[in-house]
């Protein structure tokens, strides 16, 4: 087991994302996922290296040594981490079968989560996943 934090950059404000992270979070029993609300006010892409639109856009996760991951491969950093996923890593990790699925990450990303309600707790511009 990876025992390293990994820091999971995603919107707040979606509320599929939020949901998904939440349950991440909350069977996360070794607290080894750093959840980052990108919708937060003070939130900065540059911090983290990657673009405000490259943010915006795909799930990203960094690992302690600074390797960032971008959709498919952020969803596999976490479940390598939350033990009721291990299961899936090796199918989405799947050098034959990936492609297929950064295909239907990438048409989820840009085409139907933009059309997603926003959640209704996120008066202030950041939505806490509590």
Known sequence: M??????VLF???CIICAKEVHHYKKIDKNDQLEL???SAVDFSASDYGITENDANLHLHAIDSNGNIFV????????????PPYHYLVPVF???????FFNTGYNVFAMYIRPKLPKRANCDDGSCSIS
């Open 2 to 7: 990876n025992m390293e934090k990994l820091k």
């Open 11 to 13: 919107d707040g404000a």
């Open 36 to 38: 980052v609300d990108i």
């Open 71 to 82: 959709g498919i491969a952020s969803f596999v950093e976490i479940w390598s981490r939350v």
């Open 93 to 99: 990790d799947n050098k034959f079968l990936r492609p």
